[in-house]
């Protein structure tokens, strides 16, 4: 069954606080001047930077992401470099997350 009901405000900020965590215990930067605040830079891939957003009226969890460099992020951002999670389950995208940030690592 789909996801009708918005997040809670609460909801999002814990979602966001997880996911820098996660980009923090990875190794990733915080760079405040950045339209994309953090970023995770692998040898393979590239810099991968991340950015979330509020959004209160929301019934999905998003992490937004691109890569610096399309031609070696070697397909992880399609044609753009663009790499967005979206879902309305939270544990889902974390490991989505999780995922990835172990490609980029590999």
């Keep these: 069954m789909a996801r009708t009901?918005?997040?809670s405000k609460?909801?999002?900020l814990q979602f966001q606080k997880?996911?820098?965590n996660c980009i923090l215990e990875a190794g990733?930067?915080?760079e405040e001047s950045k339209?994309?605040?953090y970023v995770i830079?692998?040898?393979r891939y590239?810099?991968?930077r991340i950015v979330l957003y509020d959004n209160e009226k929301s019934i999905l969890f998003s992490i937004f992401g691109k890569f610096d460099d399309v031609k070696k992020a070697d397909g992880l951002g399609g044609m753009s470099g663009k790499h967005n999670i979206h879902n309305a389950d939270e544990e889902y995208i974390l490991s989505?997350?999780?995922?990835l940030i172990q490609v980029l690592l590999a």
């Design 5 to 7: 009901k918005i997040i």
């Design 10 to 12: 609460k909801r999002q």
């Design 18 to 20: 997880d996911v820098i």
């Design 28 to 30: 990733g930067e915080h």
């Design 35 to 37: 339209h994309y605040p």
């Design 41 to 43: 830079r692998s040898k």
């Design 46 to 48: 590239g810099d991968f």
């Design 96 to 99: 989505e997350f999780k995922e």
